[in-house]
């Protein structure tokens, strides 16, 4: 089992930036990659940024140039810098791990941009 918990959601001004953290537990080796999805009010569950264990990075067109995805090994841990964020950025932020195609996630964070 993988545990993830997320954490550094919250309310910032249009142009803002915020950095959620993803931090794993539990059986973490093998863990093939993680990655943040987003769901908005009223809207499916949608794809953000991914980070694979060799580290290559895979991001969603409406996020690219202002969201940065990364790790921290040590720490296992995930980050997802978030920069120039905009009100359709508001959703709740989830972070998940697969591991041998078993999908693990994490309860999720809530990050509200105002205009």
């Known amino acids: 089992q993988v545990q993830l918990v997320e954490s550094g959601g919250g309310l910032v001004q249009a142009g803002g930036s915020l950095r959620l953290s993803c931090a794993a537990s539990?059986?973490?080796?093998?863990?093939?990659?993680m990655g943040w999805y987003r769901q908005a009010p009223g809207k499916q569950r949608e794809f953000v940024a991914a980070?694979?264990?060799?580290?290559?990075?895979n991001y969603a067109d409406s996020v690219k140039g202002r969201f940065t995805i990364s790790r921290d090994n040590a720490k296992n841990t995930v980050y997802l810098e978030m920069n120039s964020l905009k009100p359709e950025d508001t959703a709740a932020y989830s972070c998940?791990?697969?591991?041998?195609?078993?999908?693990?996630w994490g309860k999720g964070t809530l990050v509200t941009v105002s205009s």
């Open positions: 539990g059986s973490i080796s093998s863990i093939n990659a």
């Open positions: 980070i694979t264990s060799g580290g290559s990075t």
């Open positions: 998940n791990a697969v591991k041998y195609g078993m999908y693990y």
